[in-house]
């Protein structure tokens, strides 16, 4: 079956500008996350949403970054007036559930590459 | 503050080689350890997740242990492939509170 989908694949953008980063997670994955990996860095944590429950936000470096999900499925992640540290890969990962011990599976998209110029 | 430290940050080997990979974590207590394996410009793919009574899980080529007492894990890949080349990252789930603390990977080069 499909995997998790991300798109675009590659963004670059001007300093300044908002950019809209897309995800389609696993028909059926209640659980979705977004991250952020910056070169020669560890995945960070950003949002995770899990059912109609209120997003875990805590991760977002700013508020210029906000997420949505929208029918519990496609979700996208907005950067609000980008800067150059903004630019990273954004990977997008959905799951069954987030239930402890958190025995289920993430699967991640291939990410999207933000360049910011 | 919980941590997950890899070493080391890049591997070169010949291929047909072992090579095995580090693991510290200060994360206690913790749910699950995972393995995972990221290709150039892919998502991350799971390769071996253990939980804290766990010491060793296998999958293929790829060995992964777990030592809670020292805090340790380590991936042990058995005669390596081209294909084997690709950054792999520890992960570490603590309590049901916490978030997901994710190392920094080690960069594996596998050379013909």
């Known amino acids: 079956g499909a995997g998790v989908s991300q798109s675009p694949s590659n963004k670059v953008t001007e300093k300044g500008k908002d950019v809209e980063l897309r995800c389609d997670p696993i028909?059926?994955?209640?659980?979705l996350y977004w991250y952020r990996q910056s070169l020669g860095q560890g995945l960070e944590f950003l949002i995770y949403?899990?059912?109609?429950?209120?997003?875990?936000k805590s991760g977002l470096p700013s508020d210029r970054f906000s997420a949505e999900r929208t029918g519990g499925s496609v979700s996208t992640l907005t950067i609000q007036r980008t800067q150059q540290e903004d630019s990273a890969v954004y990977l997008c990962?959905?799951?069954?559930?987030?239930?402890?011990?958190?025995?289920?599976?993430?699967?991640f998209g291939p990410g999207t590459r933000l360049t910011v110029t | 503050k919980n941590q997950v430290e890899q070493s080391p940050q890049s591997l070169i080997i010949l291929e047909g080689k072992n090579c095995t990979l580090q693991?510290?974590?200060?994360?206690?207590?913790?749910?699950?350890l995972r393995w995972y394996k990221q290709d150039t410009g892919r998502g991350p793919v799971s390769l071996t997740i253990?939980?804290?009574?766990?010491n060793t899980k296998s999958n293929g080529r790829y060995t992964a242990t777990l030592d809670a007492d020292t805090k340790q894990s380590s991936l042990h890949i058995t005669a390596s492939q081209l294909s084997d080349s690709a950054s792999y990252i520890c992960?570490?789930?603590?309590?049901?509170?916490?978030?997901?603390?994710f190392g920094k990977g080690t960069r594996l080069h596998i050379l013909p």
């Open positions: 990962a959905s799951s069954l559930a987030t239930a402890w011990p958190l025995s289920y599976e993430q699967y």
């Open positions: 028909s059926g994955h209640t659980a």
């Open positions: 949403f899990q059912g109609n429950s209120a997003p875990d």
């Open positions: 693991c510290n974590y200060t994360v206690s207590p913790f749910s699950n």
């Open positions: 253990m939980t804290f009574s766990e």
């Open positions: 992960v570490v789930t603590p309590n049901r509170d916490d978030k997901i603390i």
